[in-house]
């Protein structure tokens, strides 16, 4: 069923909020303190086309109106300013290969990027990382810089159908069918890399028991409520992205 000009407008400004309040909840963490990370949102009319943070400004100044909206070409669609290529060189091809994604994240962070160096999985060794237990990828792949949507269209295969991807030697990536789901499943995904960084001999549990807590913990709404959790902690006043 088509949703009328109102609905689509509504939604827009709910994936603009949410990926300004995304870019605020990533820098609480400290991370893109210096631009290496980029949140998209796909516009719900123009689905070739997705929102993200101009260049040039600081996640914890993000605001709905400084969000630019990126074509198909990688040119401005609307907005004015700069993007950053390599948004549209890996994020583009992804929402393209995936029509069920409505945003994907990817910055540079302190556990997430050491972690990725090692090009491996994660193992279901602490209660979160059940969450990404046969629903994660290993882009196995030399390219940390990627300079053309080439390099984005073999992210997206390696990536599949599943929630997230490790960049070897680069970082980590997510995706959701919300940018609140991507921001919240980011966030958890740095906790599981971190977890694997400081639990060196861990012993993991289970696939079943892996399968059980997953089942549970990733139902339906379960990641609109982290990302509330993270804004009440992170992003009390809402209303700084306006």
């Known amino acids: 069923m088509s949703m009328t000009a109102s609905e689509i407008e509504a939604e827009r400004q709910k994936r603009k909020r949410e990926c300004a309040l995304g870019y605020r909840v990533f820098a609480s963490q400290r991370w893109g303190d210096i631009g290496d990370g980029h949140i998209s949102a796909r516009d719900p009319e123009r689905t070739d086309c997705f929102w993200l943070l101009r260049y040039g400004i600081s996640y914890h100044q993000a605001r ?3 969000l630019v ?5 990688g040119r401005l669609a609307e907005g004015e300013g700069f993007s950053n290529p390599a948004a549209y060189y890996i994020h583009h091809p992804i929402l393209m290969a995936r029509p069920d994604a409505v945003s994907a994240a990817h910055v540079h962070t302190q556990w997430g990027t050491p972690f990725s160096a090692e090009a491996r999985l994660f193992e279901p060794i602490t209660h979160e990382s059940c969450i990404f237990f046969e629903d994660h990828a290993l882009f196995d792949d030399e390219e940390v810089q990627v300079q053309d949507t080439d390099g984005g269209k073999r992210i997206a295969e390696a990536l599949g159908d ?4 490790i960049l070897r030697n680069h970082g980590l ?3 959701g069918a919300s940018v ?3 921001v919240s499943s980011f966030v958890m995904m740095e906790r599981v890399a971190e977890a694997h960084m400081k639990a060196r001999e ?3 549990i289970s696939a079943g028991g892996a399968r059980y807590a997953k089942a549970d913990l990733t139902q339906p709404g379960a990641a609109s409520i ?14 700084v992205v306006e």
Request: aromatic share 6%; proline share 9%.
């Open 64 to 66: 709905v109106e400084d």
């Open 69 to 73: 909206l990126v074509g198909p070409d």
């Open 162 to 165: 599943k929630r997230a991807v």
């Open 173 to 175: 990536l997510t995706v």
């Open 180 to 182: 609140a789901e991507t």
């Open 202 to 204: 861990a012993k993991p």
């Open 226 to 239: 982290q990302f509330h959790w993270l804004l009440e902690r992170h992003v009390p006043d809402r209303s």
